[in-house]
């Protein structure tokens, strides 16, 4: 007669450095990297004032991505709701105390550092979903008042932060949110019964959106309308990611970027920027990177045996996506602009740390990807 093995359950610290998926912290710095060179181009040739910020925050980040791959994935199941609670807090701080800039109020000033919080509710949004999922089971999930805890999960964030005012944030926080309800098991028709009842309160949302919000959809839809205006953004990105053709004008040689054309080159418009420079295949080439390391969070979300490391890398990795997708997307004139950075490229403090937190999360499912856990998140024996 067979013994029963024990199940899988966390390896020791030594063990979890080297199963650190090193190849995908590669290629995060390498996309960093691309960052630091567009930065650096940004001001001209000069490491200041943002290229060097970027790398300090970048070599922080990736300590800290690195130690939290190291944690026992049972940690961050039980911190999951502290997380989310105190990131909710740090968005309710923003409506009392928080720092307004560019027509926003949108930062908290410590002092000694600025922090966003609706970056961290993007991840902290992750691991609560991943967390209330994780104590389900099929039956559970196909009953709609089970669906009302992560619904609210979802919306009170989305709510708080589209009244900084933050549009792309709360899309992201939305579409993030529905990406965990789709990979948890829930059913289309809901999906479709939600998307119904969005179309069918599009005129009263309208009459709550901020007046340069409408702007900014109506831009989208015409942005030759007001040329020099509220246009004048994405005609001058369109002309740039033009100008670069197949191979660009050169590194430090953008005529719309270094002639001031193009704002927020450091920013929102930073992919515009590359690809005037390296033109089309430097675009390609950097959205390949991006495309890599959602397929590796993909790879490693299914190679996990428990359903809160899955939920959890799926998560993260389709965080990953919307801002590459959306930003990507807003420059070249598919999208509305709303904000949303190239995460890693685009100069920011709180972005960069969140992104590289999140990704800890997605290496530490990868280290700990043969650990079962029970509904309690214990880990159990056959």
Known sequence: MLERQPRATAPLLLDRFWQISWPLVLLLAAIAGVGFAMLYSAAGGSFQPWADKQMLRFAFGLVGMILVALVDL?????????VYGLALVLLVAVEVRGEIGMGAQRWIDFGFIQLQPSEIMKIALVLALARYFHGLDMDEIGRPLMLVVPAVLVFAP???????????????????????????????????????????????????????????????LNPEADPLGAGYHIIQSKIALGSGGVFGKGYLLGSQTHLNFLPEKQTDFIFTMLAEEWGLVGGIAVIGLYALVVLYGLLIALRSRNQFGRLLAIGVTSTLFLYAFINCGMVMGLLPVVGVPLALVS????????????????????????????????????
């Open 158 to 220: 989305a709510i708080l932060v589209l009244k900084q005012p933050d549009l792309g944030t709360a899309i992201m926080l939305v579409a993030g949110g529905g990406v965990m309800f789709f990979m948890a098991g829930v059913r289309l028709w809901k999906f479709a019964l939600v998307l119904a009842a969005v179309v069918a309160s599009v005129p009263i949302a309208w009459e709550f959106l901020r007046d340069y919000q409408k702007q900014r959809i109506i831009t989208f």
């Open 347 to 382: 100069f920011g403090g709180t972005a960069m740390l969140t992104v590289l937190f999140g990704m800890g999360l997605v290496m530490g499912v990868y280290v700990h990807r043969d650990m079962e856990l029970d509904r309690l998140g214990e880990v159990g024996t056959d």
């Open 74 to 82: 049972r940690v961050w199941l039980r911190l999951a709701y502290v």
